[in-house]
């Protein structure tokens, strides 16, 4: 029985008595945050990302005025066009397969358990998440290839040097999701399923795994998508005959401008990603109730290489310790790249130095300024982004977590939740091309927006929504319908139950969601490449001009630029975590 | 219950909000730009992600002319020409550079720059690299093949010079390319091959050169600093594709021979050019802006900033690129209207040849 400690699912509760649905205020002031709660954030999407795109993808499909859908027909009779979007499919499928079953371990060891050196392994594995690609390109590239540390595997150009670089990427963000759920779960649930004879093992399939399947199936859909469009990594280290729907997008937008072609891809691309986020859907509803959470502290326990005193066999350290070392693994293996950046940074001619560190400062490589000023630069846009997105994602969280009673209702609930999730499944180079089409005078006002660089921030911000919702988002599902309930019936308004029991909930998970979406911000490169001014450019648009340029010192420049943004994050991720407040469950 | 359909009356509502937002002139979601500029004041450059210039010289401009310069930089040079194009109703600047000799004929015949004649003194020597009445050349550089000479000497083999050697058994397995479909100078040496050997025989030469080991690299960085043994990244293969100036950048920094060098009979010939965008707010700034860039000042500050030689024969060249990147005497060459008819066809048929 999976129910032991979960309490039934508030809408299907049979009892007359039963606790009503998540309460949507009936006050004026509620009505008013409701509609702005669904209005804000459905109006920013669609002025920064439905109309850019659709505004590009209708070019492709309008020929002298007239709709022109013979495109279809041309495209898909390319037998090129099918291995395309078959290669999409294997690459993204087997690469979140792998992530996610060597995530799920990770989640335990790193958010489960506690243990010396924690903080630093979990802000570790979310570095590669924000690296460029052209420089995890040449981290990956320099160890796979002939003559290599790693050369005697014949992996490059392969297959599965592009799956193992796609579970480098994503791997955190398995981690973080499974993670921030697993460490909340309510621990009494398996202790008494323990109790009652089963095993660690099936204690863990029967109870603990059916609790995560929401969070899992999250994280799942997200590096699904972060997969299905990755660009640079295929094509650095797979290249074009390895190519994607993505890569695809890009040749035919950038380099033939053949718009139509791109426009076709597009509306694949766009029924993959919808029918992967609905597959995904399904999984979480079936298994989304509201699940005793505990507070962190309760919940995770130390993890120990010996058998804790007087504890009996098969009291589930085994299964324990295989995780710790699977993880353990996993993140030997993540390092290999993230160390092999670091030395190469510090290779100077014939020997060794600081060097590149150095010469950070100055602006002599061609560049238009220098590492540390495009630093702040990014940091800056994060901010701005990660405030942005926090907002836009936090309502959407909000609403999307309610549950209507009717089946209409909850169904506008799930569309808006797929709805945001979205831009991580568009081509960043459609959207891109979408903005120059659509915003040199947006609504009529005297403005270029394209070169301004305000579409920066709110690029970036359109990708950070979809990350702040998925983690914000299971942990508001899973507050039990009750509390709500409880709180009305002691006289609380509907506006006093949102602030006194969901924002403090929400908020325990706000700094992963901070921690995430700045970055996510502060890495994005393919939208940000195409705005960015050139006189302010961001960290990772600095690295790929300066990588983009001959000599030994641009070269050695941009990866130390790498190695101090892998530090930043890092630092910032490890910061964001401590943010979380540590209330204590036990109130309820 | 009135909460229930709230939900989707608002959903409605926002929806509809939306629709309204994106038709309508009425939204001030978008009001926050910076300061509107006085016509004339500001020019705005569009070119490609390796225009650069010494510090100072933008200013100097403005210095010069009161006018101030806005660069904006969209992608490679071939995205900068196909962003021209999408955007030539409204176009995103005044002036543009870096359109090359491989993508001119497709941006004349776009009709996205319009013609101009420039007096600067140096017109006469940009007029002798082409670009017709609506392009200015401001420099130009080639596309070669280039040679790790210390592998070679610590192997004793003989380097290749022509582009036949490099299918000959003693140098299999030696060889990285950009791939001509995403990198431009991957391209470049594309065309190459078709000048070499005729619009019928390329095909074969790179069925040749794939036999004998060729490595496709995704772009130019990687090729040259992941594959190849001379860039500093320390890659197995010592022959790259890359540009006659690399050399200079490799040699040892307490003086000395470089260590690399290109292969003179291998080479394209690449020249990139300036034009006044249609449709530009300041017509008169871009052409200014033009006259600048065919300047002494700018035009000596290329080799160092942009890797290319100046078109202007008045100014010195840096004395490493004399002795280290000489330019090809016979460069190979492609009339600029055969790649704009051709282009998709010769990356098809490359693709298929090559990638497979």
Known sequence: ?588 | MPRRQLLITASVAAAALALTACSSGDDDTAATPSGTPTAGKDVTLVTHDSFALSDGILDDFTKKTGITVKVVQPGDAGTLVNQLVLTKDAPLGDATFGIDNTFASRATDEGVVVPYTSSAPAAADAAKHGGGDGLTAIDYGDVCINVDHAWFAKKKLAEPTTLDDLTKPEYKDLLVVPNAVTSSPGFAFLLATIGAKGEDGWQDYWTALKKNGLKVADGWSDAYYTDFSGGGGGGPRPLVLSYASSPPETVPEGGGDATTGALLGTCFRQTEYAGVLAGAKNPVGAQELIDFLLSDEVQADIPGSMYMYPVSTSVQIPDEWKKWAPLSSSPFDVPSDDITAHRSEWLADWSATVIG
């Open chain 1, 1 to 588: 029985m999976t129910t032991l400690m979960t309490r039934p699912d508030a809408a299907s509760a049979p009892q007359g008595g039963a606790p009503a649905p998540a309460r949507v205020g009936t006050g004026q002031g509620m009505v008013v945050f409701w509609v702005a709660a669904v209005a804000l954030p459905l109006l920013f999407l669609g002025v920064f990302f439905a109309w850019p795109v659709v505004a590009l993808v209708a070019r492709g499909f309008v020929t002298d005025g007239s709709l022109d859908l013979s495109g279809f027909v041309d495209v898909f009779s390319r037998p090129r066009t099918w291995r395309i979007v078959g290669q999409t499919l294997a690459q993204a499928t087997v690469a979140t397969v792998l992530a996610v079953s060597l995530g799920i371990p990770g989640a335990y060891v790193l958010y489960r358990r506690r243990w010396r050196g924690r903080a630093v392994v979990r802000a570790l594995v979310t570095v590669p998440f924000v690296l460029p690609t052209v420089v995890v390109g040449v981290a990956f590239r320099s160890l796979l290839v002939s003559g290599g540390p790693l050369g005697f595997l014949h992996l490059d150009g392969t297959f599965w040097a592009i799956v193992a670089a796609l579970v480098f990427f994503d791997y955190a963000v398995v981690v973080r999701g499974v993670g921030g759920m697993w460490e909340r779960l309510d621990p009494r649930a398996s202790q008494a399923a323990r109790a009652l004879g089963a095993s660690p093992w099936r204690a863990f399939r029967t109870v603990t795994l059916p609790a995560l399947v929401p969070a899992i199936a999250s994280s799942a859909s997200l590096v699904f998508l972060f997969c299905a469009t990755a660009f640079g990594t295929v094509l650095i280290l797979g290249g074009l005959q390895f190519g994607t729907i993505e890569t695809e997008i890009w040749v035919q937008t950038t380099q033939f401008l053949d718009l139509r072609a791109a426009a076709v891809l597009s509306v694949v691309q766009l029924a993959i990603v919808a029918f992967a986020l609905t597959l995904a859907g399904r999984a979480r509803a079936r298994r989304e109730r509201a699940l005793a959470l505990a507070s962190a502290s309760d919940a995770v326990r130390p993890l120990t290489l010996r058998r804790p005193a007087g504890s009996p066999r098969g009291d589930g350290h085994g299964l324990a310790l295989a995780a710790a070392g699977a993880t353990a693994v996993v993140v030997v293996l993540l390092c290999l790249p993230l160390v092999n950046l670091v030395v190469r940074s510090l290779r100077v001619g014939d020997g060794w130095g600081l060097d590149h560190y150095a010469a950070l400062g100055s602006t002599s490589s061609g560049v238009p300024v220098s590492v540390w000023t495009a630093l702040a630069t990014s940091l800056r846009t994060a901010l701005v982004a990660t405030v942005l997105a926090l907002v836009v994602g936090g309502l959407v969280a909000l609403v999307v977590s309610r549950r209507p009673r009717r089946a209409l209702g909850r169904r506008a609930v799930a569309g808006l939740d797929a709805v945001f999730m979205l831009p991580l499944g568009v081509s960043a180079v459609t959207v891109g091309f979408g903005f120059l089409i659509s915003m040199h005078d947006p609504f009529g006002l005297d403005v270029d927006l394209r070169t301004s660089g305000v579409l920066v921030p709110i690029a970036q911000a359109v990708v950070a929504v979809p990350l702040v919702v998925r983690t914000v988002l299971p942990v508001l599902r899973a507050i039990d319908p009750s509390l709500r309930s409880a709180a009305a019936t002691l006289g609380a308004s509907p506006g006093r139950v949102l602030r006194t029991v969901d924002l403090p909930l929400a908020a325990r998970s706000a700094g992963l969601a901070i921690g995430f979406a700045f970055a996510a911000s502060l890495g994005e490169f393919g939208a940000t490449s195409f705005l960015a001014r050139p006189t302010d450019p961001t960290l990772p648009v600095l690295i790929f001009k300066l990588i983009g340029r001959p000599g030994a010192d641009s070269y050695g420049m941009a990866l130390a630029a790498s190695v101090i943004l892998a530090a930043l994050t890092a630092a910032i991720v490890a910061t964001c975590e401590r943010l979380r407040t540590p209330t204590t469950g036990g109130d309820w």
